[in-house]
């Protein structure tokens, strides 16, 4: 004999046993829009399709209870953006790569969400957490960026360990800024192998990008013109 109970909301504080158990799902096309998620929204999500520029935006984090979760999937041949509720970035989502988002502080609408990546390629392909790269005071034309910190990233450089590519870049400022920041191979300080601009903004990014990488390429940034206030980028790699 056979049934089925449907309950919108089931709480358990103790052990809950089970032979089967399944999340519910959607199957999402990409496209250049935004697809934003609710409290309602299923907890799986399965892409598919090839055009660029897909942006997810995870719900409200107040309206989630610490622990929430979702899963995503990329069975298409383009990256998916994952945002905040407040528009801030939190993972690019690499085809060919399944994502877990666990929500770990829900006092703001943007949240704190815990990222784990799981990858159907090689090792090198893991690396979608950001490098982050900064400077604590304004940022003039010739300043390089720290990764490590307290040592700027001439000297202290990023080291690729695989054959891989920046995927996504995203630059922000305490302030509306206007300047460029430059990534360069240690091997050619004069040509960046890419740039990213502020033109009175304080945020940017940009995705969908693949700027190869070779295993112990040696990576620094600069501010190649202008001033930014307090910069900070995410550099995506995979």
């Not at 309602?40 to 942006?55: E, N, R, W």
């Not at 690499?94 to 990222?115: C, E």
Request: with cysteine; net charge negative.
């Amino acid at each position: 004999m056979s049934g089925e109970l449907i309950n919108k909301s089931i709480t358990s504080e103790g052990l809950l046993d089970g032979e089967a158990f399944r999340l519910g799902e959607a199957q999402i096309p990409t496209a250049a829009t935004t697809t934003t998620l609710t409290v309602a929204s299923p907890a799986q999500l399965f892409f598919t399709g090839s055009t660029v520029g897909k942006i997810i935006e995870l719900p409200d984090a107040t309206t989630l209870k610490v622990g929430w979760r979702y899963e995503f999937y990329n069975r298409a041949s383009q990256a998916v953006t994952i945002t905040d509720n407040a528009s801030g970035l939190v993972a690019i989502h690499a085809t060919g790569t399944s994502l877990r988002l666990t929500l770990a502080a829900n006092g703001t609408a943007a949240g704190v969400w815990v990222v784990s990546v799981t990858s159907a390629g090689t090792a090198g392909s893991l690396s979608l957490v950001p490098l982050i790269v900064n400077y604590g005071a304004n940022a003039g034309t010739g300043r390089y960026l720290e990764y490590y910190p307290e040592r700027d990233s001439l000297s202290a450089p990023f080291v690729v360990v695989a054959n891989e590519s920046i995927r996504a870049v995203s630059l922000g400022a305490e302030a509306l800024s206007t300047g460029t920041v430059g990534i360069f191979k240690t091997t050619d300080l004069v040509t960046p192998i890419y740039s990213i601009s502020l033109a009175s903004e304080d945020r940017k990014l940009e995705i969908a990008l693949s700027v190869s990488l070779n295993a112990l390429d040696e990576i620094c940034w600069r501010v190649t013109s202008g001033s930014i206030q307090k910069p900070f980028m995410g550099i995506y790699i995979g």
